[in-house]
């Protein structure tokens, strides 16, 4: 049930404009009103709750209802600067309030120590700009657990050797078994890998006002009718709303960040749904807008000052994107395994999440977990195995006999940071607003597509383990789509190779000499 909420006029200048609502924004939304201050959200998609959520496959995934739409945001795609950029769909990011956290899978891992220390762990890797992150694993762990406990996370502390130290177990238990996870767990056990239940962002015991999950098989990309997918929406938002100082605005599509002559930004520019335009006064903009959609911004958000985009002195706003490499392995079985019903993921391990390069001859590392994540219509088109008829009886056959004895084995990578991956203003290009669209600049490290086959391997090695009747998956291939919308912004503590510091804030130009101090804003 939607709360009341605050009407903040577009002159009043409020303690902070957040820009998106996914699941930084919400959370900040949350943080912030909850301290006393006056907050507004501004979010290009629309506001939906559980009773608007359907289980409708044309209308969620072909329609794109809670996603951006191709036709309102287009995009272009290249592998290297020197191309010319062509029309074609580049990313699926959500377009809602609540963000992408409304339709993900809801995997809920912590990042290991060992991600914001490779750079001084492996030392520089070729053809990649590997740097070490302005903060810790240790840095983190409180923030983690308290965000663990507030959204509601179901797992097992401790279940896996390889997890990073924690102060504190999970709120709920782990999610029970799927088929899936039962058929992973015994195979990866004979190889000697450590399988363990999924930490997922998914209630397995209720919450006031929300209910443990219900299996009703509509989970990655679609939102949750009962409020048991942990997303900001059914979180954040609903606690930032209770505050009475966090107004929520959908369809506000923001554009441009103002600033003052002395750099400092006060307010955000955006249309409503009307297209007309409105300039939301605040004290700060925090910038939440996905690794896509947040360099977007920045860069269009040129002026006198800031010729080149707000927050670009050195250059990198957009670079440096990663989108995860890896795909899935498919296998079948004999018997039913009923896994339509219910999340997508209950087993993973990261036996495989720091790999030694001098041992595999690459760099990088991630995860493997079980799942099956398909509908039947996207069944149809995407998850029968290669030679099945396309059509008629034999087609129907195939259907009934493989929807229900089918699973994946999903390979999570690590992407190499690549100065040239990256999004960008299209010279050509505009939305159906007007602006410049974003063109994704990308061509996988070499060392990202040997770590995706080697990940295909141990996939196909747990298959066989199982006594799968077939197994199939398609080439690792250089990938010019992405749903992990990785770096982009780079935080670190040179303001020439970066575009924030530890604390968030962004370097605007050389010209800036010193930055607010903390705690400059009030309510």
Known sequence: MMVDQPRYKTSDEVDFVIVGSGAAGGILAKELSSHGFRVVVLEQGPYLTEADFTHNEIEILALDKLTNHPKLQPTTVRKTPDEKAKPQRALVYGRCVGGTSVHFTANFWRFHEIDFIERSKVGPVPGAGLMDWPITYADLEPYYTKVEWEIGVSGQAGASPFDPPRSKPYPMPPLSVKSSGVIFERAA????????????????????????????????????????????????????????????????????????????????????????????????????????????LLLLSTNKQFPNGLANSSGIVGKYLMFNSGGVVTGQFEHPLNDYKGYAVSRVLHDFYELDPQKVGFYGGGGLDARFDFTPISFAFGGLPPGTPRWGKD??????????????????????????????????????????????????????????????????????????QKKWSFPVGEQQFGVHLLGTCRMGNDPKTSVINADHRTRAADRITALAKRGEISA
């Open 395 to 468: 087609f129907k056959a195939a259907l009934a006999q493989d929807f229900n004895r089918t699973m994946e084995i999903f390979c999570h990578g690590t992407s190499l940071p690549v100065e040239n991956n990256s999004f960008s203003l299209d010279p050509d290009l505009k939305d159906a607003w007007g602006l410049p669209a974003l063109r994704l600049t990308y061509k996988d490290h070499p060392d990202d597509l040997k770590l995706g086959n080697w990940m295909f391997k141990r996939a196909n090695e747990l298959f066989d383990a199982a006594g799968a």
């Open 189 to 296: 056990r004979k190889l000697g890998w450590h399988p363990y239940p999924a930490p997922m962002a998914i209630l397995s015991q209720a919450r006031p006002g929300r209910s443990a999950c219900v299996n009703c098989g509509f989970c990655l990309g679609f939102g949750c009718e009962v409020g048991a997918k942990s997303s900001s929406l059914a979180t954040a938002i609903r606690m930032a709303e209770k505050t009475g100082r966090c107004e929520i605005r959908p369809n506000s599509y923001v554009h441009r960040i103002e600033t003052d002559a002395n750099g400092r930004a006060t307010g955000a520019v955006y249309f409503d749904e009307k297209r007309n335009t409105h300039l939301q006064k605040a004290r700060a903009v925090v910038v939440c807008a996905n690794g896509a959609e947040t360099p977007r």
